[in-house]
Protein backbone atom coordinates (compact mmCIF):
# COMPACT_ATOMS: atom_id res chain seq x y z
CA UNK A 1 0.00 0.00 0.00
CA UNK A 2 1.51 3.53 -0.86
CA UNK A 3 1.88 6.35 1.29
CA UNK A 4 -0.37 8.48 -0.84
CA UNK A 5 -3.06 5.63 -0.73
CA UNK A 6 -2.47 6.19 3.17
CA UNK A 7 -2.22 9.72 3.04
CA UNK A 8 -5.28 10.15 1.16
CA UNK A 9 -7.70 7.56 3.27
CA UNK A 10 -6.75 9.33 6.20
CA UNK A 11 -7.64 12.56 4.78
CA UNK A 12 -10.65 11.53 3.10
CA UNK A 13 -9.41 12.33 -0.04
CA UNK A 14 -8.85 10.66 -3.42
CA UNK A 15 -10.66 7.64 -4.54
CA UNK A 16 -9.77 4.68 -1.86
CA UNK A 17 -11.29 1.55 -1.99
CA UNK A 18 -14.21 1.16 1.21
CA UNK A 19 -12.41 -1.60 2.72
CA UNK A 20 -8.51 0.06 2.49
CA UNK A 21 -9.71 2.99 3.95
CA UNK A 22 -11.41 0.69 6.78
CA UNK A 23 -7.70 -1.16 7.18
CA UNK A 24 -5.67 1.95 7.12
CA UNK A 25 -8.05 3.60 10.22
CA UNK A 26 -7.90 0.36 12.06
CA UNK A 27 -4.35 0.23 11.68
CA UNK A 28 -3.76 3.43 12.51
CA UNK A 29 -5.94 2.86 16.19
CA UNK A 30 -4.28 0.12 16.76
CA UNK A 31 -0.57 1.88 16.25
CA UNK A 32 -2.27 4.83 18.35
CA UNK A 33 -1.00 7.22 15.36
CA UNK A 34 -2.13 11.00 15.41
CA UNK A 35 -1.05 13.51 12.68
CA UNK A 36 1.73 15.53 12.97
CA UNK A 37 -0.26 19.37 13.89
CA UNK A 38 2.71 21.15 13.46
CA UNK A 39 3.60 19.73 9.80
CA UNK A 40 -0.10 20.14 8.76
CA UNK A 41 0.32 23.55 9.41
CA UNK A 42 2.66 24.37 7.89
CA UNK A 43 1.39 22.33 4.58
CA UNK A 44 -2.08 24.29 5.26
CA UNK A 45 -0.79 27.71 6.42
CA UNK A 46 -2.64 27.34 9.87
CA UNK A 47 -1.09 27.87 13.12
CA UNK A 48 -3.75 26.18 14.76
CA UNK A 49 -4.67 29.36 16.95
CA UNK A 50 -7.29 31.22 17.22
CA UNK A 51 -8.11 34.89 18.95
CA UNK A 52 -10.80 35.66 21.54
CA UNK A 53 -11.17 39.46 22.00
CA UNK A 54 -13.29 40.72 25.20
CA UNK A 55 -14.47 43.82 25.41
CA UNK A 56 -11.89 45.27 27.67
CA UNK A 57 -10.95 48.93 28.17
CA UNK A 58 -6.73 49.60 27.48
CA UNK A 59 -6.92 49.99 31.43
CA UNK A 60 -6.97 46.85 32.46
CA UNK A 61 -7.01 46.57 35.65
CA UNK A 62 -9.66 49.64 36.00
CA UNK A 63 -11.74 47.34 34.09
CA UNK A 64 -14.54 45.49 35.33
CA UNK A 65 -14.82 43.31 32.12
CA UNK A 66 -12.51 40.43 33.34
CA UNK A 67 -14.44 39.83 36.36
CA UNK A 68 -17.94 39.53 34.98
CA UNK A 69 -18.89 35.87 35.14
CA UNK A 70 -20.90 36.04 31.55
CA UNK A 71 -17.42 36.87 29.90
CA UNK A 72 -15.74 34.13 32.34
CA UNK A 73 -18.01 31.69 31.52
CA UNK A 74 -18.22 32.60 27.82
CA UNK A 75 -14.12 32.22 27.85
CA UNK A 76 -14.62 29.04 29.20
CA UNK A 77 -17.17 27.79 27.21
CA UNK A 78 -14.90 28.85 23.68
CA UNK A 79 -11.77 27.43 25.13
CA UNK A 80 -13.02 24.01 25.72
CA UNK A 81 -14.54 24.14 22.18
CA UNK A 82 -11.45 25.30 20.48
CA UNK A 83 -9.36 22.70 22.53
CA UNK A 84 -12.10 19.55 21.32
CA UNK A 85 -11.16 20.54 18.01
CA UNK A 86 -7.06 20.44 18.98
CA UNK A 87 -7.05 24.38 18.48
CA UNK A 88 -5.29 26.68 20.93
CA UNK A 89 -7.31 29.76 22.05
CA UNK A 90 -5.82 33.35 22.75
CA UNK A 91 -6.83 35.92 24.95
CA UNK A 92 -5.41 39.35 22.68
CA UNK A 93 -5.00 42.33 24.92
CA UNK A 94 -7.11 45.14 24.15
CA UNK A 95 -3.75 47.74 23.41
CA UNK A 96 -3.99 45.28 20.33
CA UNK A 97 -5.88 47.72 17.99
CA UNK A 98 -3.06 49.95 18.46
CA UNK A 99 -0.10 47.58 18.48
CA UNK A 100 -1.14 45.28 15.79
CA UNK A 101 -0.57 41.32 15.96
CA UNK A 102 3.02 41.59 16.06
CA UNK A 103 3.60 38.50 14.98
CA UNK A 104 0.86 36.19 17.13
CA UNK A 105 0.17 33.47 14.88
CA UNK A 106 -3.72 33.55 14.99
CA UNK A 107 -5.52 31.51 11.97
CA UNK A 108 -8.86 33.97 12.68
CA UNK A 109 -10.58 35.67 15.35
CA UNK A 110 -13.81 36.07 17.85
CA UNK A 111 -14.86 39.55 19.04
CA UNK A 112 -17.04 40.03 21.73
CA UNK A 113 -19.56 43.21 21.90
CA UNK A 114 -18.80 44.72 18.69
CA UNK A 115 -19.36 48.43 18.31
CA UNK A 116 -20.20 49.95 15.23
CA UNK A 117 -17.45 49.07 12.36
CA UNK A 118 -15.51 48.23 15.42
CA UNK A 119 -11.55 47.86 15.04
CA UNK A 120 -10.75 44.76 16.55
CA UNK A 121 -12.83 43.61 13.16
CA UNK A 122 -10.75 45.70 11.31
CA UNK A 123 -7.75 44.75 12.49
CA UNK A 124 -8.43 40.92 11.86
CA UNK A 125 -10.19 41.86 8.60
CA UNK A 126 -7.80 43.98 7.04
CA UNK A 127 -4.79 40.78 7.81
CA UNK A 128 -6.95 38.51 5.62
CA UNK A 129 -8.41 36.76 8.78
CA UNK A 130 -11.74 35.65 9.24
CA UNK A 131 -13.98 36.86 12.08
CA UNK A 132 -16.87 36.13 13.80
CA UNK A 133 -18.76 38.19 16.45
CA UNK A 134 -20.59 37.68 19.38
CA UNK A 135 -23.59 40.36 18.98
CA UNK A 136 -23.52 42.36 16.08
CA UNK A 137 -21.62 44.77 14.62
CA UNK A 138 -24.58 47.18 13.79
CA UNK A 139 -21.49 48.78 11.04
CA UNK A 140 -21.63 46.28 8.93
CA UNK A 141 -25.14 45.51 8.35
CA UNK A 142 -24.38 43.25 5.56
CA UNK A 143 -21.91 40.92 7.97
CA UNK A 144 -23.86 37.25 8.47
CA UNK A 145 -21.07 35.89 10.49
CA UNK A 146 -22.37 36.42 14.35
CA UNK A 147 -23.65 34.46 16.84
CA UNK A 148 -26.14 36.91 18.55
CA UNK A 149 -29.11 36.80 21.61
CA UNK A 150 -32.56 37.62 20.57
CA UNK A 151 -32.26 41.22 22.16
CA UNK A 152 -35.70 42.28 20.96
CA UNK A 153 -37.75 38.80 22.12
CA UNK A 154 -35.37 39.02 25.45
CA UNK A 155 -36.46 42.63 26.15
CA UNK A 156 -40.24 42.15 25.39
CA UNK A 157 -40.43 38.94 27.13
CA UNK A 158 -38.40 41.17 30.73
CA UNK A 159 -41.14 43.76 30.04
CA UNK A 160 -44.02 41.15 29.65
CA UNK A 161 -42.93 39.83 32.60
CA UNK A 162 -42.68 43.16 34.96
CA UNK A 163 -46.31 44.13 33.53
CA UNK A 164 -48.20 41.13 34.39
CA UNK A 165 -46.36 41.42 38.00
CA UNK A 166 -48.48 44.28 38.02
CA UNK A 167 -45.62 47.46 36.61
CA UNK A 168 -47.09 50.56 34.88
CA UNK A 169 -43.92 52.57 35.20
CA UNK A 170 -40.92 50.93 34.01
CA UNK A 171 -37.84 52.82 33.92
CA UNK A 172 -34.79 51.25 31.73
CA UNK A 173 -31.06 51.69 33.04
CA UNK A 174 -28.42 51.49 29.57
CA UNK A 175 -25.18 51.40 29.64
CA UNK A 176 -23.33 54.50 28.13
CA UNK A 177 -22.43 52.68 24.73
CA UNK A 178 -22.42 52.18 21.22
CA UNK A 179 -22.61 48.30 21.87
CA UNK A 180 -25.12 46.57 19.70
CA UNK A 181 -27.22 44.47 22.13
CA UNK A 182 -27.18 48.21 24.27
CA UNK A 183 -28.37 49.87 20.96
CA UNK A 184 -31.29 46.93 20.46
CA UNK A 185 -32.19 46.80 23.83
CA UNK A 186 -33.19 50.49 23.92
CA UNK A 187 -34.71 49.98 20.37
CA UNK A 188 -36.81 47.41 21.51
CA UNK A 189 -37.76 49.70 24.65
CA UNK A 190 -39.13 52.21 22.74
CA UNK A 191 -41.13 50.22 20.80
CA UNK A 192 -42.82 48.24 23.96
CA UNK A 193 -44.10 51.18 25.62
CA UNK A 194 -45.47 53.15 22.34
CA UNK A 195 -47.06 49.98 21.71
CA UNK A 196 -48.38 49.68 25.77
CA UNK A 197 -49.11 53.30 25.89
CA UNK A 198 -46.41 53.41 28.75
CA UNK A 199 -44.03 55.99 30.13
CA UNK A 200 -41.12 56.29 28.65
CA UNK A 201 -38.58 56.57 31.41
CA UNK A 202 -35.24 56.26 30.44
CA UNK A 203 -31.53 56.63 32.36
CA UNK A 204 -28.32 55.48 31.57
CA UNK A 205 -25.49 54.86 33.27
CA UNK A 206 -21.06 54.68 32.56
CA UNK A 207 -19.78 51.21 32.46
CA UNK A 208 -16.70 52.65 34.51
CA UNK A 209 -17.37 51.95 37.53
CA UNK A 210 -20.68 50.00 37.01
CA UNK A 211 -21.93 49.64 40.59
CA UNK A 212 -21.33 53.59 41.37
CA UNK A 213 -23.12 54.97 38.08
CA UNK A 214 -26.02 52.75 38.23
CA UNK A 215 -26.64 53.45 42.02
CA UNK A 216 -26.21 57.36 41.24
CA UNK A 217 -28.77 57.19 38.15
CA UNK A 218 -31.12 55.18 40.13
CA UNK A 219 -31.02 57.51 42.58
CA UNK A 220 -32.12 60.30 40.45
CA UNK A 221 -34.98 58.02 39.31
CA UNK A 222 -36.22 57.19 42.79
CA UNK A 223 -35.90 61.01 43.97
CA UNK A 224 -38.11 62.21 40.65
CA UNK A 225 -41.66 63.61 40.87
CA UNK A 226 -43.22 59.91 39.64
CA UNK A 227 -40.80 57.33 40.19
CA UNK A 228 -40.97 54.25 38.90
CA UNK A 229 -42.32 51.03 40.29
CA UNK A 230 -39.88 48.84 37.85
CA UNK A 231 -36.27 48.89 36.65
CA UNK A 232 -35.18 47.24 34.04
CA UNK A 233 -31.24 46.79 34.29
CA UNK A 234 -29.18 46.16 30.98
CA UNK A 235 -26.14 45.38 32.21
CA UNK A 236 -24.78 42.64 34.63
CA UNK A 237 -22.73 45.37 36.15
CA UNK A 238 -25.54 47.82 36.72
CA UNK A 239 -27.28 45.53 39.24
CA UNK A 240 -25.84 46.13 42.90
CA UNK A 241 -25.87 49.44 42.15
CA UNK A 242 -29.61 49.28 41.44
CA UNK A 243 -30.55 47.43 44.99
CA UNK A 244 -28.16 50.06 46.74
CA UNK A 245 -30.00 52.65 45.55
CA UNK A 246 -33.24 50.78 46.42
CA UNK A 247 -32.10 50.24 50.02
CA UNK A 248 -30.85 53.61 50.30
CA UNK A 249 -34.48 55.39 49.01
CA UNK A 250 -36.20 52.86 51.18
CA UNK A 251 -38.00 51.39 48.35
CA UNK A 252 -38.51 47.38 49.67
CA UNK A 253 -37.98 44.97 46.70
CA UNK A 254 -40.16 43.59 45.44
CA UNK A 255 -43.38 45.33 47.31
CA UNK A 256 -42.63 48.82 46.01
CA UNK A 257 -40.10 48.08 43.18
CA UNK A 258 -39.34 45.38 41.18
CA UNK A 259 -36.22 44.94 39.12
CA UNK A 260 -35.17 42.33 36.92
CA UNK A 261 -31.94 42.24 34.79
CA UNK A 262 -31.23 42.15 30.98
CA UNK A 263 -28.11 39.47 31.82
CA UNK A 264 -27.69 36.89 33.97
CA UNK A 265 -24.40 37.04 36.78
CA UNK A 266 -23.44 36.19 40.16
CA UNK A 267 -24.53 39.85 40.74
CA UNK A 268 -28.57 38.87 40.33
CA UNK A 269 -28.25 35.33 41.80
CA UNK A 270 -26.24 36.28 45.00
CA UNK A 271 -28.50 39.83 45.25
CA UNK A 272 -30.64 41.18 48.08
CA UNK A 273 -32.77 39.63 47.31
CA UNK A 274 -32.29 37.51 44.19
CA UNK A 275 -32.70 39.20 40.86
CA UNK A 276 -35.00 38.06 37.87
CA UNK A 277 -32.57 38.01 35.20
CA UNK A 278 -32.18 37.00 31.24
CA UNK A 279 -29.60 34.03 31.10
CA UNK A 280 -28.09 34.49 27.51
CA UNK A 281 -26.65 31.28 27.75
CA UNK A 282 -22.90 32.36 27.22
CA UNK A 283 -21.88 28.89 26.85
CA UNK A 284 -23.94 28.43 24.07
CA UNK A 285 -22.73 31.76 22.38
CA UNK A 286 -19.03 30.44 23.01
CA UNK A 287 -19.81 27.27 21.35
CA UNK A 288 -21.64 28.49 18.52
CA UNK A 289 -18.92 31.07 17.73
CA UNK A 290 -16.47 28.21 17.73
CA UNK A 291 -17.78 25.90 15.21
CA UNK A 292 -18.24 29.15 13.09
CA UNK A 293 -15.22 30.07 12.95
CA UNK A 294 -13.40 26.91 12.16
CA UNK A 295 -16.40 26.41 9.28
CA UNK A 296 -15.16 29.59 7.91
CA UNK A 297 -12.09 28.60 8.29
CA UNK A 298 -12.39 25.05 6.46
CA UNK A 299 -15.08 26.67 3.93
CA UNK A 300 -17.42 24.16 5.52
CA UNK A 301 -21.34 24.17 5.64
CA UNK A 302 -22.71 26.47 8.61
CA UNK A 303 -26.03 28.47 9.89
CA UNK A 304 -24.48 32.08 9.80
CA UNK A 305 -25.91 34.09 11.35
CA UNK A 306 -27.02 32.25 14.66
CA UNK A 307 -29.00 33.43 17.14
CA UNK A 308 -29.15 31.68 21.19
CA UNK A 309 -32.82 31.98 23.13
CA UNK A 310 -32.48 32.80 26.44
CA UNK A 311 -34.21 31.85 29.47
CA UNK A 312 -35.44 34.02 31.97
CA UNK A 313 -34.55 32.94 35.50
CA UNK A 314 -37.79 33.94 38.27
CA UNK A 315 -36.76 35.35 41.16
CA UNK A 316 -38.15 37.43 43.89
CA UNK A 317 -36.85 40.54 43.17
CA UNK A 318 -39.88 40.70 40.67
CA UNK A 319 -42.27 38.87 43.25
CA UNK A 320 -42.36 35.51 40.82
CA UNK A 321 -40.85 33.23 43.49
Known amino acids: MSVTTVSHALNDKGRV ?3 TRALVVQVVRQ ?3 RANRHARGLRSGRSGALALLLPVQADVRADEALSL ?3 MRLASAAATAAFSQ ?5 LLPPRIVQTGLRGLGVDGGIVVDPSPLDPRVSLLTELGLPVVTIERDLGRPDDRWYVASETDANT ?7 AAQGARRIALLVPKTDWGWASETLNAYDSWVREHDAPRLIVSAAMQPGEESAFLA ?8 RPPDAVFVAAARFVRGVLRAAKANGRRVPEELLIAAG ?4 QAREGDPPVTALDLHPERQAEAAVEMLLARLDDGQVEAPRHIPATL ?6 GAV
Request: glycine fraction near 6%.
Open 156 to 162: RQVLDHL
Open 263 to 266: VDSI
Open 17 to 19: DPA
Open 86 to 90: EQALM
Open 69 to 71: DFY
Open 31 to 33: LGY
Open 218 to 225: TQRLLDGR
Open 313 to 318: RLRAST
